[in-house]
């Protein structure tokens, strides 16, 4: 399978589940290590409709020389976040738990003591998680300035408020793995908050 092929394929999945509404959300996937760089979805494509053609080859900073295709304005922080991670394949999606609660936890959403934090990677029992939260910011560089700052290795994912959440991992497989296991922990966080924090 290609990238275009395996990226067009994770889209459409993730579009049935309704976190790529509206063209939203972007996928990537890492071609070359040295010097970076990414094949990730272009720019402004229905997600559940995409092709193995509509993905274009990135740097680090997103940039591409690509003369005809426009890569998603979040490139760059999927670069970034490769680039800081060695991850081999980042998520972006616009599903609605983390933005929810990132209202509620603005300065990191803390999980524990829960069955599907093992597929997040971590532990089912007496292992706290906090998945980092930053503010939204149309400017990669600082997206990716707080991402940098806040990062953990034993925590592949980042919640942006009032936007979305990126995830990452190996592969895309086992990005989509943890992206399908932090959805529902999130919404188990919401659904069980009381007043309190
Ligand atoms: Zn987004």
């Given at each position: 399978m290609t990238p275009g092929e395996a990226l067009a394929a994770e889209c459409a999945r993730y579009a049935a589940m309704g976190w790529?509404?509206?063209?939203s959300g972007n996928l990537s996937v890492v071609?070359?290590?040295?010097?970076l760089r990414l094949a990730v979805t272009v720019s402004g494509r229905d997600k559940g409709e995409l092709?193995?053609?509509?993905v274009v080859v990135v740097d680090a900073e997103g940039?591409?020389?690509?003369?005809?295709k426009v890569p998603s304005a979040e490139a760059g922080l999927h670069g970034r976040i490769a680039a800081v991670s060695g991850a081999g394949a980042v998520v972006h999606v616009h599903a609605l738990a983390p933005v929810v609660a990132a209202e509620y936890w603005p300065e990191g959403v803390e999980l524990r003591d829960l069955e599907m934090l093992k597929g997040f990677g971590r532990s089912a029992h007496d292992d706290l998680v906090v998945v980092p939260v930053v503010p939204n910011d149309q400017d990669m560089r600082v997206l990716g300035d707080a991402f940098e700052a806040g990062y953990r290795e034993d925590v592949p994912a980042l919640i942006v408020a009032r936007h979305g959440v990126y995830v990452w991992g190996e592969d895309l497989y086992r990005a989509r793995h943890r992206l399908e296991c932090l959805e529902w922990l999130l919404r188990f966080k919401i659904e069980t908050r009381r007043d309190q924090r």
């Open positions: 790529m509404r509206g063209t071609v070359a290590r040295d010097p092709t193995a053609d509509d940039r591409t020389d690509d003369p005809l």
